[in-house]
């Protein structure tokens, strides 16, 4: 049992539990954890692959405010210290604009723009939107 504690596998994953800050959960079942607590867990598993680009899928649709910003500032972090980059899909325009280096916009499954997220305007912002909007009244069952 003692060499099972020390597998290099078990090493790894307690490292990248705690690049996360849940090193003091490690032993406790996923499924008693919180939806961020959760959502860190996966990034961890993510780590533990020593990937070159982590794609992140709506990462904080469920959660809290207070939670996303942690986990984008997560994300965030990897992303400068590790040369990790991340490809982040989010609907929260705010976050976005606060966490992003660029923003593609997508409509219809077509790109609308794809700027710096210092470029991304109240324009920008129309543009998307007036394009979803359009797209959905004049193809409303694609």
Sequence with gaps: MAATLRSPDRLLALECLDRVGLMDLAMRRADTLSGGQQQRVA??????QCPTLIVADE????????????????????????????VCSLHQVHL??????????????RVVFDLPAARFDENAFQRLYRSSVTDNVSHPHR
């Design 43 to 48: 990034i961890a598993r993510a780590l533990a």
């Design 96 to 109: 976005a604009r606060a966490y992003a280096d660029r923003i593609v916009g997508l409509s219809s499954g």
């Design 59 to 86: 990462p904080v649709a469920s959660l809290d405010p207070s939670t996303s910003t942690g986990v984008l500032d997560l994300l965030r972090g990897i992303a400068r210290s590790e040369g990790v980059a991340v």
